[in-house]
């Protein structure tokens, strides 16, 4: 099976290509990347005024199973994902049981194979139940096949557990991946701290919290040598500490949320449970530093933290609400629209970060072109306008803070392995 | 839900921040109305006879629920009183479909007490009848805004221009917060002091200007609010004991004399006495505390016929 895609302007980072170039598929794998190729195909996809980028990599995701099946499972949240560009998802181990042991690591990960729609990889715990107390087996895990660990949704709030497992599993190359904020200062908040808090009376949570946090963790990583991935980075002060301990050489990397750079907490004076997510929607100042660490290279990756809830779940009180929502079906056009559109960032630069940079850090053979690798393949169109309906998703989780949104941008087609697992929109049966 | 904004005939009333001035002005006037009418003998009349309001609290309530209570039957309305501790909400049910359940059967008008900040904004989404807040979480409780602005006009007192100080809890407190927002847009110079741990950081956005001494903001005072101090606060750990609290922060004669002589005492109610305010300040000539109580009848009568009947302002009532 031959696919060739014809003068898109193919944009791979990891080659530092931007140009008008055909790209020739085969056999699941790239075989060609030219300006001009002429071999015969079984299909040709005309990308004539298209971007033809490495498939979409987003490494914070939440796909609920197992236990958790009413508010997504991996078939649902893989056509999200195919929806939305994105073609590897890593999804992290809050699930009911935790992701806590090699069985399940080897469940989700055969059971994506037989019946997702992009590649799936699988966070597993850092301790026994996420509770905190115990190492979980991270060796057993990883040889099968865990991209990375995390007690994601809870912060480990004990500093020498964090030690212990940078030392043990930083022995075998394994990321740890930080949900770094420290709870008791919040434990009582449910939004950022500011003048919007002190406007609406919602208990904030302050911003110190988090760079708390993600200090103790920097200086794990540094005292460790093991490498610590920061997880869903949204205050100023986390961003500040981050570049810090990079500019030492200490093994950190991070991620920002498409919404903790696109909104702020004035969002939430409407108390709509949409806007509830942790950590919190900040602040325009804080914005804009998560925008300016993006361009510095503070920031490694953007992410969805793709949190789908059941209705009944998020049509609550504020408060009440548990935190996170959708986004795997938004994300290139709110990315596209509000970071792009506007001079922020350039289409190479969200490339790289949606992209090849989140494939490097956990070593993933994906977000590239090159030559033998996976044929996954991301298509977008700059201009498509389009407005965020989520009776339209696939994903189980409906709430978004972007519904109703209008965007200009969309991913019009995925490739993964080498077939289209969507094209203009529609999921492609399997 | 498209309310028509030239009269409240039909409007929630969810905090003071969005009624304009015109608009508390129109209820202040129908309220000083609908006070002669609590001093007649037969205090009924039959405005809103028909219509039927639901007093929904999730929280504990005296003076608001029973305030609200009087204020329809002597109206003329029926009213249903709904404390959730005995309802199905301790069944599992979701504040949708306990507002839905009430609409169905008819109701006019929920009344709702509720302890998350947004919970009647989320209900006026929700449903048609009227929803009036009667407090939600740290948010507002725009009937007690009204009934503390309706008492300091009555002393002959305009907000423009006055210095009015908040004391206390204001990082709990929806009264603080609605006394904020209607005392601001009115033109008063407001002034809030109290353990900084019981003030919200970033407070100062709001346009009030912050004292860490009680007596800079009592300072020729012509309002001083004094808010209550609820004891879980200690237990928390926000402040060392009530005797600390009492001795620093609390209203007593010597600080109420760096006020203004008429000075104009305020409390929320319940008061704690010995803790935020001295047994002698809460008696004195200067504390207007149960004028509030029996302005906040008048008040609330106002609100209900406004909002239930065409929404116009009414000369005289029969």
């Known amino acids: 099976m031959k696919t060739l895609i014809k003068n898109g302007r193919v944009i791979d980072p990891s080659q530092n290509i931007d140009a008008i170039m055909d790209l020739l598929v085969e056999d699941g794998v790239i075989k060609e990347v030219a300006a001009e190729i002429k071999a015969a195909a079984d299909e040709v996809y005309d990308a004539d005024g298209l971007i033809v980028a490495p498939g979409l990599v987003d490494v914070h995701t939440h796909l609920r199973e197992p236990g958790l099946e009413a508010k997504e499972d991996i078939v649902t949240g893989t056509m999200a994902a195919a929806a939305g560009g994105v073609t590897t998802i890593a999804c992290m181990p809050n699930t009911k049981p935790v992701i806590d042991n090699s069985i399940i690591v080897s469940g989700i990960k055969e059971r994506a194979a037989r019946e997702g729609y992009v590649n799936v990889e699988v966070i597993g715990a850092i301790s026994k139940g996420e509770e905190g107390k115990e190492l979980a087996e991270m060796i057993d895990m990883s040889e099968k096949g865990a991209m990375a660990f995390s007690d994601d949704g809870h912060f480990v709030n004990s500093p020498r557990l964090f030690t212990l497992a940078a030392k043990y599993i930083g022995a075998f190359d394994k990321v740890l991946i930080s949900h770094a904020i420290e709870p008791e200062l919040g434990h009582e908040g449910y939004m950022h701290e500011g003048a919007v808090s002190a406007r609406i009376g919602v208990p904030g949570i302050p911003a110190i919290a988090e760079d708390i946090a993600v200090a103790r963790d920097c200086l794990i990583a540094e005292y460790t040598g093991a490498h610590v991935h920061i997880a869903h980075v949204a205050s100023k002060g986390a961003v500040d500490i981050i570049r810090g301990f990079k500019k030492k050489g200490v093994n950190v990397t991070c991620e920002v949320t498409v919404h903790h750079l696109t909104l702020t907490d004035e969002a939430c004076a409407t108390y709509s449970s949409a806007t509830r997510v942790s950590p919190p929607l900040r602040s325009m100042d804080h914005v804009e530093a998560l925008r300016a660490a993006v361009k510095d290279g503070t920031v490694d990756a953007i992410v969805t933290d793709h949190a789908p809830h059941a209705p009944e779940e998020k049509d609550v009180e504020f408060r009440y609400a548990p935190c996170g929502f959708t986004g795997l079906e938004t994300s290139v056009g709110v990315v596209l629209t509000d970071l792009y559109h506007t001079n922020i960032f350039t289409i190479n630069e969200i490339i790289g970060k949606m992209s090849t940079e989140p494939a490097n850090i956990f070593a993933l053979k994906a977000g590239s072109l090159k030559v033998g690798y996976p044929a996954d393949v991301t298509i977008i169109d700059l201009n498509k306008e389009w407005t965020v309906d989520n009776t339209k998703f696939y994903t189980r989780g409906k709430v978004t803070p972007f519904q109703g949104k209008h965007c200009k941008g969309k991913a019009v087609a995925t490739m993964v392995a080498g077939k289209f697992v969507m094209r203009d929109g529609e999921v492609c049966k399997r | ?318």
Not at chain 2, 248 to 263: S, T, W, Y
């Open chain 2, 1 to 318: 839900m498209a309310k028509a904004n030239v009269s409240l005939g039909g409007r929630d009333i969810l905090d003071l921040d969005s009624l304009s001035i015109e608009e508390y002005e129109m209820i202040l006037q129908t309220a000083a109305e609908m006070k002669k009418i609590m001093k007649r003998d037969i205090k009924k009349v039959p405005s809103l006879r028909g219509k039927s309001i639901i007093n929904l609290f999730y929280e504990p309530s005296t003076r608001t629920r029973t305030s609200f209570e009087l204020a329809g039957k002597y109206l003329g309305a029926d009213v249903v009183n709904i404390t959730t501790a005995s309802s199905s909400v301790v069944k599992g049910e979701c504040l949708r479909d306990t507002i839905l359940t009430v609409q169905s059967m008819a109701c006019d008008a929920i009344v709702m007490r509720h302890p998350i900040e947004g919970a009647a904004a989320y209900a006026a989404e929700v449903a048609d009848p009227v929803i009036i807040n009667a407090g939600d979480g740290a948010h507002a409780h725009p009937s007690q805004g009204l009934l503390d602005m309706f008492t300091i006009r009555e002393q002959g007192k305009d907000l423009k221009g006055l210095k009015m100080a908040i004391l206390g809890d204001v990082l709990y407190s929806r009264v603080a917060r609605t006394n904020i927002a209607a005392w601001t847009k009115m033109g008063a110079d407001v002034h809030v002091a109290g353990p900084m741990t019981l003030l919200p950081h970033d407070i100062e956005s709001l346009g009030v200007t912050v004292h860490k001494r009680v007596e800079d903001a009592i300072e020729g005072a012509d309002v001083i609010d004094v808010l209550r101090i609820q004891l879980e606060r200690q237990k928390k750990g926000l402040f060392p004991s009530p005797r600390e609290y009492a001795r620093i922060f609390g209203l007593n004669e010597k600080r109420l004399a760096l006020a203004k002589p008429d000075v104009t005492v305020l409390h929320p109610g319940p008061m704690n006495r010995g803790l935020e305010i001295s047994w002698e300040v809460g008696y004195c000539d200067n504390a207007a505390i149960r004028d509030e109580v029996q302005n906040g009848v008048a008040v609330r009568m106002a609100l209900l016929f406004l909002t239930l009947t065409g929404g116009k302002q009414i000369e005289n009532i029969d």
